[in-house]
C-alpha cells in the first residue's frame, strides 16, 4: 500500500485539521468530527446537511459553503458516520427553518441518519430526512436495501442547497430534493479496484484485460466482469443502461413532522425519455484523469442526441469518488425550469464553485 498518509488511525483527523487550514470559510470540528459553514447557524435558512463515509471526496464535505451544504459528516473510510455527529452538526448550523439531511441509500447512513432525526426532533429542531437512490446497478446489494445512492447526490445538494438560499422553507426544500431524486439516474465502472488504508489491499481484485461493470462506491460487486472495451463502448454500455432503466417503484421511509413519526410512502420514477432534457455528470472514481473523462462525455453526448435527449448543462471531473479507484460514472438526471434556475444559482464551495 502506497498512500499519503502517516497512521491509518490518524487519516481521517489529519485530513480534517489540513482542510480547515486550507479553507478558513469553514467550521471543523473534530470531536465529534463534521464539517460547517463558518456563518452558521443560519438564522432563517434551512441548513442542508449530509454526509457518509471519507474516501468519496470531495463529496460530503468539499460541498460545504453558500449555495449548497450547511454541514457535512464524515465517517471513517466507506464508513458511516454516527448519530452524535449529525446530531452535533445539526446543532451547529441549524435556525428557526430546521435541518434538511440528505442520505445515500446505504444501510448504515439510513439508520444513523434516522437516529439523528429522531433525537434532533427530540430537541424541538424541525427535521425531514431524505434519501437518494440513483444507481441502475442494482434494487438491491451488500450495503443497501434498494438502490444504492451515488451521483445524483452532487447534483440534489446543490440544487436543494440554492433553494435554501433562497429561502425555501423545509418542506419545499424536501420535495424539491425527492424530486430531483426521482429524476437522476447513474451507473459507475471499475478500472482497478482501490485500497483502504485500514485493510492494506485492494478491496477486490481485477485482471489485466478485466473490467466491472456496476460498481459501487465501497467497491460493492458490480452487474458483471468482461474484458477491456474502448471508451465509447464503455459509455455505450452505461449510457444505454441508464436511458434503457425503465420504471422503478419502491416504498420510502420519511419523517412525519407532524405527526412525530416514521411513515412509508410509494414513489414511482418514470425513465427518461426523448425530449427530456437533463443535466449530465461524468464523474472520476479517483484514479481517472480529467482528458478521460473529457472523451466519455463526447460518446455521453452524442448517444443522447441521437436518443433525443438534450444536455442543458454539465459536469466533468472527480466529485464522487471512490479512493484511488480508476473508472468512471455517468448521472443523468432530467431538468425543469426550477430545477435548473437553482442549478444556476451561485455556489461558494471547495470544490464547487461559480456566480460570485
Request: with cysteine; glycine share 10%; proline share 4%.
Amino acid at each position: 500500500m502506497k498512500k499519503l498518509i502517516n497512521a491509518v488511525d490518524h487519516v481521517i483527523t489529519e485530513q480534517l485539521e489540513g482542510m480547515a487550514l486550507a479553507h478558513p470559510e469553514l467550521k471543523i470540528s473534530l470531536d465529534p468530527k463534521y464539517i460547517a459553514r463558518a456563518d452558521a447557524p443560519l438564522t432563517d435558512k434551512v441548513a442542508v446537511i449530509s454526509g457518509g463515509g471519507s474516501g468519496h471526496e470531495p463529496m460530503h464535505g468539499g460541498f460545504v459553503g453558500v449555495g449548497m451544504l450547511a454541514a457535512a459528516c464524515p465517517g471513517e473510510v466507506f464508513t458511516s458516520p454516527t448519530p452524535d455527529q449529525m446530531y452535533a452538526a445539526a446543532h451547529a448550523v441549524a435556525g428557526t427553518a430546521g435541518v434538511l439531511f440528505v442520505v445515500k441509500n446505504y444501510t448504515g447512513d439510513v439508520l444513523n441518519f434516522e437516529t439523528a432525526a429522531e433525537m434532533v426532533h427530540d430537541d424541538g429542531i424541525k427535521v425531514q430526512n431524505v434519501l437518494v437512490d440513483d444507481d441502475v446497478a442494482v434494487k438491491d446489494s451488500l450495503y443497501t436495501a434498494g438502490r444504492r445512492g451515488v451521483g445524483t447526490t452532487v447534483i440534489l445538494e446543490k440544487v436543494v442547497g440554492a433553494a435554501a438560499e433562497a429561502g425555501y422553507d423545509l418542506d419545499q426544500c424536501a420535495e424539491l430534493a425527492r424530486r430531483v431524486n426521482s429524476y437522476g439516474r447513474s451507473l459507475g465502472m471499475a478500472l482497478t479496484s482501490c485500497t483502504v488504508p485500514a485493510v492494506g489491499k485492494p478491496t477486490f481484485t481485477l485482471g489485466a484485460d478485466e473490467i466491472e461493470i456496476g460498481i459501487g462506491i465501497h467497491g460493492e460487486p458490480g452487474q458483471y466482469r468482461t474484458t477491456m472495451k474502448t471508451a465509447d463502448e464503455i459509455t455505450t454500455t452505461l449510457v444505454n443502461a441508464i436511458l434503457d432503466d425503465g420504471e422503478y417503484r419502491r416504498m420510502l421511509r420519511e419523517w412525519d413532522r407532524g405527526n412525530a413519526m416514521w411513515i412509508e410512502r410509494e414513489v414511482i420514477d418514470t425513465p427518461l425519455v426523448a425530449g427530456d432534457e437533463v443535466i449530465a455528470l461524468v464523474n472520476s472514481m479517483g484514479g481517472t484523469p480529467q482528458s478521460e473523462l473529457y472523451a466519455v462525455y463526447r460518446k455521453l453526448a452524442a448517444l443522447c442526441q441521437s436518443r433525443g435527449i438534450r444536455i442543458l448543462r454539465s459536469l466533468v471531473g472527480a466529485y464522487i469518488t471512490s479512493l484511488e479507484m480508476q473508472g468512471v460514472s455517468i448521472t443523468l438526471v432530467k431538468t425543469d425550469s426550477e430545477i435548473l434556475s437553482m442549478w444556476d444559482a451561485p455556489v461558494k464551495t471547495p470544490a464547487l464553485r461559480w456566480g460570485f
